[in-house]
C-alpha cells in the first residue's frame, strides 16, 4: 500500500486527507496536538539559536526581525526557496540586489535538504500570490544574512522516488523517513498520547511510575524469551516478555498504584508485524475488581485521546468469550458493522436437504448464516464464486464463520460500500475467558489460556478441583476495530491456590517461581491489572498500516535494523568473557571457510 | 550503614529527622510530594474498593462511613489494632461486644502483615489518647465489618530484625523491604520528579518523547556491551550504553527536540554501587549551543525539584577543567565547602628548605597548599598522622589533592565540625575538557575523552590538525556534590570532520559507523545534548547511601537478582535456536560433573 508522502501532499495543495484517517495538515497538526495536551503552547524555539519555527509564521508576525533553521524543501527559479521544519513550510525570498551577492550564492547554490539558517523580516506577500492551502501562505521571508548550516550531498535517489520506494528503503535511510509529515505526525501523537496517559495516571490517580528490570530470570514456558549470557558460565539472564512478576511483587510491597510504559521483548523469529522489542503500557493495582480496572482503562483512553478524532465514549460494551464466538466468530470482534452470525438451524429443523439433515442430527449440530446488507446489489457473481472457495479452504476451522465475515466485509468494500467508517474506534471488552486450554501438544494436559497467575471466575473455584477445563477466568481483553491492544485480569493472591494451579494442574516446576509463592505468602493483598499493547494502539489511532509506522527505528520482519545492519558479528574473543561459542550449523561452515 | 526503618520511626513517635536529610514523616510525606506536581490531589482510592486511604483521615472525616484496606502494623491488647496503607497508619478499634464476635475473630487472630479489609464510621479518639505525632492521631475506626484479605504466613524473621540485616537479606525479601516508609519515599519521590521533568520537556518545551531500540549492533569500543544472541549463527545484538547514535539520527530525521527517561545497560562486572542496567534522562536538540544546553537543564532541575527541599538556584556557576582539576584536584569537585587547593610556590621561591627548592627548580614545578579552618581546633594528632598516611599512599597521583581535601572533610565531620550542609545542593557545571587523552595502553595513540561524536571547542578545530592532545572540546559535565550526574557535548555535525577525527585521529573502523556518516551527509544539522544519571541524581536528592536504595529491583553488586536467582543456568536444548554453546571453563568441568 502506498505511504503518504507529506511531500507529495504539500505539491498537491496540502489539505487532502489520508485515507482511512483525516490527518490534520502541516501547522493545524500542531494546533491539535498541543492543544489536547495543555493549555499554553509549548515554546518550541526556547534554548534555540532560532526566534521561531518555520511554520508558526503568520500575518501576525508582520515586520518582526527572525531567525530560522531549517531545511532546503525546494527553491523556484533562484527567487524562492521554500524552508522546512517539523513545525511547516516558510517561503523566503532570494534577494536580488548586488549588495546581497554573498546570500543570493548561498541560497541559490546549496542543495535541497540542506540544512541553512536565515534571518530577516517577515512580510505580507505581494497583492494575489497568497498561498490560501499553505498555514503560512500570506507571507514571507526577506531575508538579510544567512548560513549554510550543512550541505546536503546528492541522495542516491530522488525524494519523490525514495517516498514511492520499497519499505526497505525506507528502513535502510529512516532518518530521511523521519522527515515526512506522516512519521512526524506518527511520532509526536504518540509522545503527545503517552504523555497523557501519564497525567492521568500519575497526576489524577496516584498511580506510581516505577521501572522494572529487563535483565531477569527465564520464566516457566518462557521459550521465547531472549538470552543474555552473563560473565558466569552457564547462567543467563532472560529479556522479559513482561514485568508481570514484579508488578506482582510491587503489589506485595504495598506500591499499590504501578504504572510503567514498559520495554517488552519476545522473540517469535520472522513474524510479519510483531517487533522483537515492543512497548506496553503496564498497569497494576491493589483492592480493585475487573470493573475497577475496565472504568480506569476507559477513563485512561477518553482521557489521553487525540483531540483531532471524535470523542471516546465509555463506558465500552462487554461481551463473553462465548458470545464472542458464536456472533463474531472470534475473540476479538470488529463491531464498527453488523453482519452477526445468526444461528438458523431451527429453519433447517425440518429440511429435506441432505447435508444439513446430516449436520442437525448430530450432538452440538446447527446452521449458522451471516446476512451480507445489500450484497446482491453489490456482490458481483465473481465474489460468491471467491467467497465459496474461501470457505472450502477453510473448511473445518472452527472461526471459519469469523473470517467469512472479515472476507465479506472486504469485498463489500472493494465493491464501494463503506461498511467500516475510517473515523470510528469501536471499543469492545471480552470477558469470561476459559482458564486453561487443552496443550496443542497433548490435549490431555493442561495449559493457562493467558498466563498461570490469572484468577478463576468467583463463580467457578470448585470448578478447579472437578472439572478444571471448564472454569472461566478473570482475564479481560480489550479490542478496538478487530485488533486485540490490551488484556489483563484479576491476580491469584492466594498462595495456595497459585501453588496448585501452577503444580497440579499444570505441572509447573515451581522452584523457578519459589519467590513469588513465597511472596503471596507473606501478605499479597487482592491485586489485578493489564497491558495495553502501545504501538498497535497508537497505528489504529494513526491509521498506519503497519506498527513499524509508530515506532522511530524498527526492524524489518526478519528482526533486522537494516540502517546499521544489527544484529552483527561479533569477534570470537568478545565472547570469551561470557563462556560462550558459536555452534556454525555443518552447511554455513563451508560457507565461512570463503 | 544504618537504614532508616520507618517502621522503628514509627514506634519512636514519627519525626525524627534521618541522617542527611530532612525527610517529611508519612502524611506530610504525600502532601509535599502531591503539591509540587499538580495543583489538586490524586484520587488515591477511585476504582478501587476501599473509599479512602489509612493515611488520610483526620477529624474532618469525622462520622464518615469509610472502607479501607491495609496491613496489620501491630496490635495492641487486642482492643487496638494499627492498619497500614502507603499513604500512613490508622488506628483501628477491635470491637468487644458479643455481637462482633466474628469481627473480633478477624482482627485478633490475623498475624501481623496480613492485609484486612475494614469497614466502619471514624470516630473521635477519646480525650487525652489523641497522638500528636500521628497525623491520623485525632481519630480512629470504630469497625462494623472486617475481612481478612490474606494472611501473612509467619515471617522467617522478626520484622525489626529484617529492618537492621544485611543488604542482602533485603533484596532477597524485597518486597517486604518496599513496604518500608524509606523505599516508598523514594520510589515515589523519584516517580513524581521524574513526572514533573517530563511536564517541563513535553508540555513547556515541545520536546518530543521517542523510544529507540535497546537491540542494537556494537559500537566501536563498545567492549563492555552485553550481547543478545539472535538466531543467525554468529549474530548478535548488543545492548546500547546509551542511545547515543539514536538520538542523533533523529536530529538528522528533523525530531528536533528528543527526549528519553532510557533504559541503559553497561557490563562492568562487579563494581560497587553501579547496576547492569541503569536509567538516564537523554535529552537532544537541534540549533542549539552549549549555553541552551546548560539553560535547559536548569531550568530542568529547578522545575522538577521536589518542594520539601530548598530551591534550586539557577544558573548554576561553571568552571573550567583546568580550573576545576588547579583548585579542587578532581573535575567533579564537592563546592559545598572551600578548603581549596592553593598555589604557595611564590612564598617559597626564596626557600632554604631542600625538597621545596627542587621541586620549584623543575620545569611547572609547584607547591600547592590546603587550608583547613580551624583545622587545629577541630583535628587530632592522630588525624594529622592519618592525613600524613594517606598523603604518602597516594604519592605520585596526580589526584592525590583532590583526595585529600575530601579526606579531611572527612576527618573535620568526624570531630564534629558541620562542613558539608545535609541540606545543601551545590550544582557546578565543568566545561572545556580536553577532546582526546593518550590512550592507557599505548600513550602514543589517542582516545575520545569522552565519545568520538564529541565536536571540539570552537576556538580549537586548527588544533585538530596540528596537536590533537591540545584540542578542547564542548563536553560539559554536570556535578552535585562532587557526584558527577550528567554530561553531554555539542556533536559533530559534519561529516567530513567526523570521518577525519574517527578515521584518522582514533583509527576506528569506521564502516562500523557507515550509517551515521551517512547521515551526517544528508543535511545534518548542527545538534547537542546532555543525559543525566537518574539514579545517582534520586540518590542524591532522597540522601539515601546507595543507589540501590532507589531502584526497585536492583541486582547485587555481583549482577545478581537475590530474590529471584537472577542470572539462571538454562537447558542446553534452548541454546540451540540461538546457536551457542557454554564454553565451560576447565576447571569447573570437574564441579559439573559432581
Not at 543467563?236 to 508488578?247: D, E, I, R, V, W
Not at 498504584?257 to 517487533?275: K, L, M, T
Not at 467469512?404 to 475510517?422: F, I, K, S
Not at 524498527?554 to 561479533?570: E, V
Request: hydrophobic share 35%.
Amino acid at each position: 500500500m502506498s505511504f503518504p508522502s507529506w511531500l507529495s501532499q504539500l505539491y498537491r495543495g496540502l489539505s487532502r486527507p489520508i485515507r482511512r484517517t483525516t490527518q490534520p495538515i502541516w501547522g493545524s497538526l500542531y494546533r491539535s496536538l498541543v492543544q489536547s495536551s495543555q493549555r499554553r503552547n509549548p515554546e518550541f524555539s526556547s534554548f534555540a539559536v532560532r526566534t521561531n519555527t518555520c511554520g508558526e509564521l503568520r500575518s501576525s508576525h508582520l515586520g518582526q526581525e527572525v531567525t530560522l533553521c531549517g531545511w532546503i524543501q525546494y527553491r523556484r527559479q533562484n527567487t524562492f526557496l521554500v524552508l522546512r521544519d517539523f513545525h511547516g513550510l516558510v517561503q523566503v525570498v532570494i534577494p536580488q540586489d548586488e549588495s546581497a551577492a554573498s546570500v543570493r550564492k548561498i541560497l541559490c547554490e546549496a542543495p535541497v535538504e540542506s540544512v541553512v539558517q536565515v534571518s530577516g523580516t517577515v512580510i505580507s506577500r505581494p497583492a494575489g500570490q497568497e498561498n490560501p492551502k499553505m498555514p503560512t501562505g500570506e507571507i514571507e521571508i526577506k531575508v538579510k544574512t544567512a548560513e549554510l548550516l550543512n550541505a546536503c550531498k546528492k541522495l542516491p535517489f530522488e525524494i519523490k522516488d525514495f517516498m514511492k520506494k520499497t519499505e526497505a528503503l525506507r528502513l535502510q535511510y529512516r532518518y530521511l523517513d523521519l522527515r515526512s509529515f506522516q512519521m512526524q505526525y506518527n511520532l509526536r501523537l504518540r509522545s503527545q498520547m503517552v504523555m497523557k496517559m501519564r497525567e492521568y495516571l500519575c497526576n489524577l490517580h496516584g498511580f506510581v511510575d516505577i521501572e522494572t528490570p529487563t535483565l531477569f530470570k527465564r520464566t516457566p514456558g518462557g521459550a521465547k524469551e531472549f538470552l543474555v549470557p552473563s560473565r558466569e558460565p552457564g547462567k543467563f539472564y532472560s529479556l522479559p516478555q513482561s514485568p508481570q512478576q514484579f508488578k506482582q511483587l510491587l503489589m506485595v510491597g504495598g506500591l499499590d498504584r504501578y504504572f510503567q510504559v514498559a520495554r517488552c521483548y519476545r522473540d517469535e523469529g520472522s513474524r510479519p508485524d510483531r517487533q522483537p522489542e515492543f512497548t506496553q503500557i503496564d498497569i497494576e493495582m491493589s483492592f480493585v475488581d475487573q470493573t475497577g480496572i475496565q472504568s480506569l482503562i476507559e477513563g485512561l483512553l477518553q482521557y489521553s485521546w487525540p483531540n483531532d478524532k471524535d470523542p471516546v465514549v465509555v463506558p465500552f460494551p462487554t461481551v463473553t468469550f462465548t458470545e464472542a464466538l458464536a456472533t463474531y466468530g472470534t475473540d476479538k470482534p470488529d463491531t464498527r458493522f453488523g453482519m452477526k452470525i445468526i444461528d438458523i438451524s431451527d429453519v433447517f429443523r425440518n429440511t429435506e436437504i441432505g447435508f444439513l439433515q446430516d449436520v442437525l442430527s448430530k450432538p452440538h449440530g446447527t446452521v449458522k448464516a451471516i446476512c451480507i446488507p445489500e450484497g446482491a446489489k453489490y456482490l458481483k457473481r465473481k465474489d460468491i464464486e471467491s467467497i465459496r472457495k474461501f470457505a472450502a479452504d477453510h473448511f473445518n476451522q472452527c472461526s471459519l464463520l469469523g473470517k467469512l465475515r472479515l472476507e465479506c466485509a472486504d469485498l463489500l468494500e472493494t465493491r464501494g460500500m463503506v461498511l467500516r467508517d475510517p473515523t470510528l474506534f469501536s471499543f469492545l471488552w471480552v470477558v469470561d475467558f476459559p482458564l486453561f486450554l487443552p496443550k496443542e501438544e497433548n490435549p490431555r494436559e493442561l495449559e493457562s489460556a493467558h498466563h498461570p497467575f490469572t484468577a478463576p471466575h468467583p463463580s467457578d473455584i470448585h470448578l478447579l478441583y472437578t472439572e478444571p477445563k471448564k472454569a472461566r477466568s478473570q482475564h479481560y481483553d480489550l479490542v478496538l476495530n478487530g485488533n486485540e491492544i490490551g488484556g489483563g485480569s484479576i491476580r491469584i493472591h492466594n498462595a495456595e491456590l497459585q501453588r496448585y494451579i501452577l503444580a497440579t494442574l499444570l505441572k509447573e516446576d515451581v522452584k523457578m517461581l519459589s519467590h513469588l509463592l513465597q511472596a503471596l505468602d507473606y501478605g499479597a493483598p487482592p491485586h489485578g491489572g493489564i497491558a495495553l499493547g502501545l504501538d498497535r494502539l497508537i497505528c489504529l489511532v494513526t491509521g498506519s498500516p503497519s506498527i513499524r509506522d509508530v515506532i522511530a527505528f524498527p526492524k524489518s520482519f526478519r528482526g533486522h535494523d537494516l540502517m546499521s545492519n544489527a544484529p552483527d558479528s561479533i569477534p570470537s574473543e568478545e565472547l570469551k568473557p561470557y563462556h560462550i561459542r558459536v555452534s556454525w550449523p555443518t552447511d554455513s561452515k563451508a560457507e565461512r571457510a570463503h
